[in-house]
């Protein structure tokens, strides 16, 4: 796991939450806060996102855990700006998980994370 030095985060106290469901051999890349109901934060692994659900998408108050492998695509608003919105959705097999982050680049930043993840489990040739 990386250090806090490494990682972006924008709350201490999510970061100490996340970075103790990563589990060895998994790097923490970032731990961003989002807007809204539901969705208190979000974690994104070189692995995986890990999501703070405040009892929307399962009943009771849950760490979410998303494998990029898993991901069928992320989307984004675009109207007419490329990031111009601070929300992403990922679409899985098991539904649509909506983020609003507290700015548009870090709903950028996501976004190219994971399709890179995603592109490079996808295609591991394309790796190194």
Known sequence: ????????????????RVK??????ETLQAVWDCKGGGTGFV?????RVIFYDQGVFIKRKS????????????????????????????????GRFEFEFRGADKAH???????????NQSNPQRKG
């Open 20 to 25: 103790q469901y990563v589990i060895e051999g």
């Open 63 to 94: 760490m979410i855990s998303i494998p990029y492998n898993q991901v069928i695509g992320v989307a984004s608003v675009d109207e007419g700006t490329f990031f111009k919105t601070s929300e992403i959705t990922l679409i899985t097999a098991a």
């Open 43 to 47: 974690g994104i692994t070189d692995q």
């Open 1 to 16: 796991m990386t250090t806090e030095l490494k990682t972006k985060y924008d709350n201490q106290g999510q970061f100490d």
């Open 109 to 119: 930043w996501t976004y190219h994370f994971i399709m890179n993840q995603i592109l």
